[in-house]
């Protein structure tokens, strides 16, 4: 793997974003707008009662955490799909970047974004709402890492399945993105869904993530336990989309598909 290669490849997606302010509406738009709606909702549900105030900071922490599990995946996925409106799929698959170079590369400058984008959603969570999640302290930290790698994982899902399906299969990234919000448990225990889904929800290791999460904002101690599992979970679903994503560039390779974007 050439660093220099791995340069070139964040210096070109950070040329982009740096020339087309629009580009900075995932990073700080869209998040904030999610953190007003969702803390402001936190907010008139408090007031009800004592137990009601006790569920604002999970729609806070649960909203800021969720955007380090959507940058992580928009990164990869929309950097992928970066090349395909631009109609430069062509053109990358014949320089001599790899594909393994290519996507990391991406995902640094992905990691990069994330960074920027929990520093919009902190100042925003401390300045409208008085809320910082980094008071439940160094636990929130293993649980940004695993929130990353599952970000990664369904990024490689949705790039493998715009490669083989074309652009129309673009609306799999956002779609994904939502389903996996309604299934993890980000605002709540997902004990609390219907009785199947809370079956299906609770084998995912997001929700698992996400509930280690709810323990630290309870003032417990990290579920070591619970993270455990979890790792074990992404480490899974990264090996198996990657797997699944590199067929799919094979066999977008053999039956020409580039012809799609070009």
Request: no cysteine.
């Given at each position: 793997?050439?660093?220099?290669?791995?340069?070139?490849?964040?210096?070109?997606?950070?040329?982009?974003?740096?020339?087309?302010?629009?580009?900075?509406?995932?990073?700080?738009?869209?998040?904030?707008?999610?953190?007003?709606?969702?803390?402001?909702?936190?907010?008139?549900?408090?007031?009800?009662?004592?137990?009601?105030?006790?569920g604002a900071p999970y729609l806070l922490a649960g909203m800021v955490m969720f955007w380090t599990f959507t940058q992580a995946q928009f990164a990869i996925a929309l950097g992928v799909n970066e090349e395909t409106w631009t109609r430069n799929i062509l053109n990358v698959l014949t320089t001599p970047v790899r594909e393994i170079e290519y996507v990391v590369g991406i995902a640094v400058f992905g990691l990069l974004k994330l960074a920027a984008c929990l520093a919009t959603l902190t100042i925003t969570t401390i300045v409208f709402f008085g809320f910082d999640l980094s008071d439940v302290g160094w636990g929130v930290i293993p649980i940004v890492m695993l929130l990353v790698i599952n970000g990664w994982a369904l990024a490689m899902l949705t790039v493998g399945m715009v490669l083989r399906f074309g652009q129309s299969a673009e609306?799999?990234?956002?779609?994904?993105?939502?389903?996996?919000?309604?299934?993890?448990?980000?605002?709540f225990p997902s004990e609390y869904l219907p009785d199947l889904l809370a079956k299906v929800a609770g084998v995912l290791p997001t929700t698992l993530a996400f509930k280690a999460l709810r323990a630290l904002l309870d003032g417990n101690p990290l579920p070591w336990g619970t993270l455990g599992w979890s790792l074990v979970g992404s480490v899974i679903a990264l090996l198996l989309t990657t797997s699944f994503a590199a067929w799919l560039l094979r066999m977008f390779r053999r039956r020409g598909f580039v012809t799609r974007y070009s």
């Open positions: 793997m050439s660093l220099v290669r791995l340069r070139a490849i964040v210096q070109r997606h950070w040329i982009v974003l740096r020339r087309a302010p629009h580009r900075w509406f995932e990073i700080s738009f869209w998040p904030v707008m999610d953190v007003l709606l969702w803390g402001s909702l936190g907010a008139f549900v408090a007031q009800e009662n004592e137990s009601s105030r006790a609306i799999l990234i956002w779609g994904f993105n939502y389903a996996l919000m309604a299934f993890s448990g980000v605002f």
